[in-house]
């Protein structure tokens, strides 16, 4: 099967109580009631009270979102029975780190052990978005110029303005809870698979790793999938929105991978600038200013996403998905969901949240 730009889509959803809300430890119960080619599908986090769902290799963002609706309703069906519900959301409002448990397997048993009671702050719940590419190098070619697009996409995504029961002042509160796990950085510029590859052997040899999933760059190379992995984004819980993700994502690597093939020079990111995207993307979302990492001159958060969509418009016309443009409009309109919780709290608080 050809796998170049096809997509494959995980997203992480709160197990919550369906009185009260708070977190509760049901992904063991969720992964007991599931039939075999069920887990597939479904796959267990860090913490007990959070689960995953995976869409298989799909060819279109439709397929995807259909996918994607299923898998919540599964879960939904699920929940309706053992009495909890799916909360959606890039933190939880109030859940605290010290009520957290972990899930007992030999990966995440490793990660507790070296992070410790850090471990527990990684409350988070994400949307990552695989796309296919022919050849390892490609994905690294990929990589290295996809990094100057974080920043609009975490600010067009940011869902998280809470955690441990605080209004954060962050819009993306997720980006700097997982942050405090090694390795979460922006992979700098690499020359190729090969580097990549001494790059891992060599934190393999000094234990900073024990395998390459224990990479968590914000986006990484997924030799397995042959895949480049996208984990920037804070999970949406409009449908809309999550589809505006994965085709935003899917025309960046087609994009991107076109110019590679015309021999269109890469750009050399200054990494101070592409860190402090990430910080306004985060910190103050649609409405803050950076230095954009492809010309280094000052510009709006609205009009880097601008900029993007003008980048991948001829993708987007490819793939048929240019519909989404709509959505990106609205939220720049209207609000984020970051901004839709915040609205919310100010006027019924946690409980109306």
């Known amino acids: 099967m050809n796998n170049l730009f096809t997509i494959g889509v995980e997203e992480e959803y709160m197990i919550c109580n369906k009185n009260t809300y708070d977190l509760i430890n049901k992904a063991d119960n969720i992964m007991n009631k599931l039939s075999k080619n069920e887990l597939d599908t479904f796959s267990y986090e860090l913490l007990l009270s959070e689960i ?37 959301s890039g933190t939880h409002p109030t859940a605290l780190p010290e009520d957290q448990s972990f899930v007992n397997n030999d990966s995440y048993n490793w990660v507790t052990k070296e992070l410790k009671e850090y471990s527990r702050q990684n409350i ?35 869902n998280s303005p809470f955690f441990g029961g605080k209004l954060t002042g962050m819009q993306s509160s997720r980006t700097f809870q997982f942050g405090l796990f090694p390795r979460t950085n922006i992979l700098h510029k690499i020359k190729n698979y090969d580097e990549y590859s001494i790059i891992v052997k060599k934190l393999k040899e000094c234990k900073s790793i024990n395998k390459n999933s224990h990479l968590w760059w914000k986006i990484r190379p997924h030799i397995g999938y042959s895949t480049i992995e996208f984990r920037v984004c804070d999970i949406q819980r409009s449908l809309r929105n999550t589809e505006m993700i994965i085709a935003i994502t899917q025309s960046l690597v087609h994009k991107i991978y076109h110019d590679i093939k015309n ?45 993007m969509l003008d980048f991948i418009y001829p993708s987007l016309v490819y793939f048929v998905t240019e519909n ?30």
């Open 52 to 88: 995953e769902s995976n869409t298989s290799i799909c060819k279109t963002v439709d397929q995807a979102i259909k996918e994607l609706i299923s898998n919540r309703n599964r879960l939904k069906d699920i929940g309706e029975k053992n009495n909890f519900r799916i909360g959606i």
């Open 124 to 158: 988070t719940f994400s949307t990552h978005v695989h796309i296919g590419l022919d050849s390892n190098d490609t994905i690294i070619q990929v990589l290295n110029v996809a990094n100057g697009w974080i920043a609009p996409m975490i600010a067009l995504c940011a």
């Open 263 to 307: 021999n269109k020079i890469n750009p050399d990111y200054n990494m101070e600038f592409l860190n402090d995207s990430v910080w306004k993307a985060s910190s103050l979302g649609i409405k803050s200013k950076l230095i954009c990492p492809r010309n280094e001159k000052l510009i709006t958060m609205k009009d880097m996403i601008y900029s």
């Open 324 to 353: 989404i443009i709509e959505t990106v409009e609205n939220i720049l309109k209207n609000h984020t969901e970051a901004e839709e919780q915040i609205e919310i709290y100010h006027k019924l608080g946690f409980d109306g949240l």
